[in-house]
């Protein structure tokens, strides 16, 4: 079964702290990787999208992609209590198949 | 800013019935997908669509499921005789291109099914 996981959390931080997001994955195969948030009732939004290893970064956003150890994270820094929100992380495990969702991380900012 | 359109929000059938959940993908967009969220679970896939026929599909979607592009624009999944397990939050997405070639996936904001 090729599986995407994520801890549960809930994770929580203060206002201003960083946020870290972790996913791994069980497919070597995997070309594509996507973390998408989604809040109470709403549906996925995407925010980053990363395919080759290293680091991504898009405004407080900064994903990273380790192939090796079949890893994937997602660093918000500045934390808001806006970004309060199920974080989900997405891959297209064994390539050109539809995207496989982990089942989310729970983050909570604290004002 | 374009967006992937769903109707209805929100649909109660009794058990048994048939119902249709309506979508208007991204206009230039080529893949289309369903995706189910059982509440309190994981965003489940369905099926993908392209070129006006299924390109894959889950074993969630058994014979009650089908899609239709009736008409160049909508893309519709129905379901022939709804069970109480089939109460979720139903999401339909597009893409420019599959996602092993650089495609996004863009969500609706999704169709509630309550099934009594």
């Known amino acids: 079964q090729k599986e995407v996981e994520q801890n549960s959390g809930p994770l929580s931080v203060p206002e201003g702290a960083i946020a870290s997001l972790n996913c791994t994955y069980s497919d070597r195969g995997s070309q594509s990787f996507f973390w998408y948030r989604q809040y109470s009732g709403k549906s996925p939004e995407l925010i980053m999208s990363i395919y080759s290893n290293g680091d991504k970064e898009d405004g407080r956003f900064t994903a990273q992609l380790n192939k090796a150890s079949q890893y994937v994270s997602l660093l918000i820094r500045d934390s808001q209590p806006s970004d309060s929100a199920t974080y989900l992380c997405a891959g297209d495990l064994s390539g050109n198949t539809p995207l496989v969702f982990g089942k989310g991380t729970r983050l909570s900012v604290i004002a | 800013e374009p967006e992937v359109t769903q109707t209805p929000s929100h649909q109660v059938t009794q058990m048994g019935q048939e119902v249709i959940l309506r979508c208007v993908p991204i206009s230039n967009h080529l893949y289309f997908y369903w995706y189910r969220q059982i509440l309190g679970q994981k965003v489940e896939f369905l099926v993908s669509f392209y070129n006006n026929e299924i390109s894959e599909k889950s074993e969630i979607f058994d014979d009650q499921f089908s899609v239709e592009r009736p008409d160049g624009s909508n893309f519709t999944l129905k379901i022939r005789s709804t069970k109480l397990e089939d109460s979720a939050m139903y999401f339909c997405?597009?893409?420019?291109?599959?996602?092993?070639?650089?495609?996004?996936?863009?969500f609706g904001e999704g169709s509630r099914l309550t099934v009594l």
């Open positions: 997405a597009s893409s420019v291109k599959t996602p092993t070639n650089t495609g996004e996936l863009f």
